[in-house]
């Protein structure tokens, strides 16, 4: 059983940056692929970014691919999304979730266990 704890949201400028961690306890953390999800108020939870447990494929959405940029530290059993050039649009509240699965990594099916996310909001 592998438990997740998001930490670095807050409230940026629009243009700002930010570091999300994701932290991991309970299970060995290097064999799990890791993907960020978002939720915006009124809309479903979609896919932002994805890494491989051994960190060679990087995945991204469309309209976060350039500015947002995912990467892990197994000695740390932490994945991070570094975002920058933040825009309104990127508000939402944003989840780790961890699975042990290597392909199909963007639907949210694909994931067993999540966090309990993290707000980030950005103003204009």
């Known amino acids: 059983q592998v438990q997740l704890v998001e930490s670095g949201g807050g409230l940026v400028q629009a243009g700002g940056s930010l570091r999300l961690s994701c932290a991991a306890s309970?299970?060995?953390?290097?064999?799990?692929?890791v993907g960020w999800f978002r939720q915006a108020p009124g809309k479903e939870r979609e896919f932002a970014a994805a890494?491989?447990?051994?960190?060679?494929?990087?995945i991204y959405t469309g309209s976060v691919k350039g500015r947002f940029t995912i990467s892990r530290d197994n000695a740390k059993n932490t994945v991070f999304l570094q975002m920058d050039s933040l825009k309104p649009e990127d508000t939402a509240v944003y989840y780790c979730?961890?699975?042990?699965?290597?392909?199909?990594?963007?639907?949210?099916?694909?994931?067993?266990?999540w966090g309990q996310g993290t707000q980030v909001t950005v103003s204009s």
């Open positions: 979730a961890a699975t042990r699965a290597t392909t199909n990594l963007i639907p949210r099916s694909s994931y067993n266990y």
């Open positions: 309970g299970g060995t953390f290097s064999t799990y692929s």
């Open positions: 890494i491989r447990w051994s960190g060679g494929a990087l």
